[in-house]
């Protein structure tokens, strides 16, 4: 960038600092024009009948070799807010093109940069940012490290980033590590509770996250306790956010207490207030919520009409997580209805997507994939996944999960007449079913 001579009187207008850089710079009004710029607009910002637009400033700004900042205001940028506003610029990329790499490399470049100025906040917001873009692609062991290190740079509220600690929390959560999570949320709803800000709105936000994280950790009745108090205070609810949250919550927990009428109450009565709005993500979400509770009745056409809507709703580029979820719900489908290649298909597809991050779900797309193998005709290959989807489940899952995985494994021993084998896994289903359930049964190492 060419050097900025000293600013010439404090009563320099835009059009007069244009033409006095263009004049310096040896330009015409014509050598400056491009497409969308015609040097008759230039004319007009010189002689004070138009005021630049962004685009134009940034054009002209480019070419002239000052800021876009210096040509509108007279003044050049600290290097603090020049790396503040790359910064901006690159968060922008990523939320308009989804994940991308060059921004993220960008990001990643600008992060260090501010590590060695010593600019704490910017090096905090380029990490959270890289963060939030390496969650939203799935890779949530590189999420957590990159939040937690931004959150640590230059601590920030859950009240003003909420998206920040929701993610974390449930990266967490996604990497098998409820506890983690349940730490995050009750960090956060502490924190807002302090403050005494009467937001109830983000109590209730985390107050929810807290109890979804309660459910995975299986501490059942922390959860419904963290959501009883919260219902206390629903009647004074204008957003129906919230209370979608909490009858999302509701459903779930119910769901892993085995009470699915309950469940398929709370998880339509949030569809319900979803419908009208245009929020197609967390409708489609519902859905495949909904199709889960479905299937834990067996009523797997029902199921299925639910798994079709989420797809569409989806769309083509789903979220990592989203895709997952929906393909492993589809291959235990496969399963209910004796569809064994089906189940396969959609059971690899599930792995595929999930990698090495999302153990609880893969653990569920393993059992389905064994069951699949099963009714093809591979029962090595299905003893195989059995016994990995039950070591996964029983690492990473509720209990109802590994116990009803175990037996299933179990019957298909009997029936490929392995009954010694059967019996030993039959038996090791039953002890896990009779443990006293604590908290620390779920947790991770």
Same mark, same amino acid.
């Given at each position: 960038?060419?050097?900025?001579?000293?600013?010439?009187?404090?009563?320099?207008?835009?059009? /007069?600092? !244009?033409?006095?850089?263009?004049?310096?710079?040896?330009?015409?009004?014509?050598?400056?024009?491009? %497409?969308?710029?015609?040097?008759?607009?230039?004319?007009?910002?010189?002689?004070?009948?138009?005021?630049?637009?962004? +685009?134009? !400033?940034?054009?002209?700004?480019? +070419?002239?070799?000052?800021?876009?900042?210096?040509?509108?205001?007279?003044?050049?940028?600290?290097?603090?807010?020049?790396?503040? !506003?790359?910064?901006?610029? &690159? /968060?922008?990329?990523?939320?308009?093109? =989804?994940?991308?790499?060059?921004?993220?490399?960008?990001?990643?470049?600008?992060?260090?940069?501010?590590?060695?100025?010593?600019?704490?906040?910017?090096?905090?917001?380029?990490?959270?940012?890289?963060?939030?873009?390496?969650?939203?692609?799935?890779?949530?062991?590189?999420?957590?490290?990159?939040?937690?290190?931004?959150?640590?740079?230059?601590?920030?509220?859950? =009240?003003?980033?909420?998206?920040?600690?929701?993610?974390?929390? *449930?990266?967490?959560?996604? #990497?098998?590590?409820?506890?983690?999570?349940?730490?995050?949320?009750?960090?956060?709803?502490? /924190?807002?509770?302090?403050?005494?800000?009467?937001?109830?709105?983000?109590?209730?936000?985390?107050?929810?996250?807290?109890?979804?994280?309660?459910?995975?950790?299986?501490?059942? =009745?922390?959860?419904?306790?963290?959501?009883?108090?919260?219902?206390?205070?629903?009647?004074?609810?204008?957003?129906?956010?919230?209370?979608?949250?909490?009858?999302?919550?509701? &459903?779930?927990?119910? @769901?892993?207490? =085995?009470?699915?009428?309950?469940?398929?109450?709370?998880?339509?009565?949030?569809?319900?207030?979803?419908?009208?709005?245009?929020?197609?993500?967390?409708?489609?979400?519902?859905?495949?919520?909904?199709?889960?509770?479905?299937?834990?009745?067996?009523?797997?056409?029902?199921?299925?009409?639910?798994?079709?809507?989420?797809?569409?709703?989806?769309?083509?580029?789903?979220?990592?997580?989203?895709?997952?979820?929906?393909?492993?719900?589809?291959?235990?489908? &496969?399963?209910?209805?004796?569809?064994?290649?089906?189940?396969?298909?959609?059971?690899?597809? #599930?792995?595929?997507?999930?990698?090495?991050?999302?153990?609880?779900?893969?653990? *569920?797309?393993?059992?389905?994939?064994?069951?699949?193998?099963?009714?093809?005709?591979?029962?090595? +290959?299905? @003893?195989?996944?059995?016994?990995?989807?039950?070591?996964?489940?029983?690492?990473?899952?509720?209990?109802?999960?590994?116990?009803?995985?175990?037996?299933?494994?179990? +019957?298909?021993?009997?029936?490929?007449?392995?009954?010694?084998?059967?019996?030993?896994?039959?038996?090791?289903?039953?002890?896990?079913?009779?443990?006293?359930?604590?908290?620390?049964?779920? %947790?991770?190492?």
């Amino acid at each position: 960038m060419k050097s900025v001579p000293e600013r010439r009187g404090t009563e320099e207008t835009i059009g /007069e600092r !244009l033409r006095r850089l263009r004049l310096e710079r040896g330009f015409s009004q014509r050598d400056l024009a491009e %497409k969308g710029v015609s040097y008759a607009y230039i004319s007009r910002i010189e002689g004070g009948a138009r005021r630049p637009s962004v +685009k134009a !400033l940034r054009m002209l700004a480019r +070419k002239l070799g000052v800021s876009a900042d210096y040509l509108e205001t007279g003044s050049e940028l600290r290097e603090v807010d020049e790396r503040e !506003l790359r910064i901006a610029d &690159a /968060e922008l990329e990523l939320r308009l093109a =989804g994940n991308s790499e060059e921004a993220e490399t960008r990001l990643s470049a600008l992060r260090e940069e501010a590590i060695g100025a010593g600019d704490t906040v910017a090096a905090s917001r380029a990490s959270i940012a890289l963060g939030l873009a390496a969650a939203a692609s799935g890779r949530n062991a590189e999420a957590i490290v990159l939040l937690q290190e931004g959150l640590e740079l230059a601590p920030v509220s859950p =009240g003003a980033r909420p998206d920040v600690f929701a993610t974390l929390g *449930h990266a967490y959560a996604a #990497s098998g590590r409820p506890e983690r999570a349940v730490e995050v949320f009750q960090g956060c709803l502490d /924190e807002l509770r302090e403050l005494d800000t009467s937001d109830l709105t983000a109590e209730i936000r985390f107050a929810t996250y807290l109890s979804y994280a309660l459910t995975d950790l299986g501490d059942l =009745g922390h959860a419904q306790a963290v959501l009883d108090e919260t219902l206390e205070r629903a009647d004074e609810l204008s957003d129906a956010y919230s209370r979608v949250r909490l009858y999302w919550s509701l &459903a779930r927990l119910n @769901d892993v207490r =085995g009470r699915p009428a309950a469940a398929l109450d709370c998880v339509r009565r949030a569809m319900a207030l979803l419908e009208v709005t245009d929020d197609t993500l967390h409708l489609a979400r519902a859905h495949v919520l909904c199709s889960g509770i479905l299937m834990s009745q067996g009523r797997a056409e029902a199921a299925g009409r639910h798994q079709d809507a989420a797809e569409r709703l989806f769309g083509q580029s789903p979220d990592v997580e989203d895709l997952v979820q929906l393909r492993r719900d589809q291959a235990r489908r &496969a399963v209910l209805l004796g569809q064994g290649e089906e189940a396969i298909e959609r059971a690899r597809a #599930s792995l595929e997507a999930a990698g090495n991050e999302y153990p609880h779900e893969s653990g *569920h797309a393993l059992w389905s994939l064994a069951e699949g193998l099963a009714l093809t005709g591979e029962p090595d +290959k299905a @003893d195989a996944a059995f016994r990995e989807a039950t070591a996964l489940l029983e690492e990473h899952g509720h209990r109802r999960d590994f116990v009803e995985a175990y037996r299933a494994w179990g +019957k298909f021993l009997r029936k490929a007449g392995r009954e010694q084998d059967a019996l030993e896994v039959l038996e090791r289903a039953a002890d896990l079913a009779s443990e006293p359930l604590t908290v620390e049964a779920h %947790k991770s190492p």
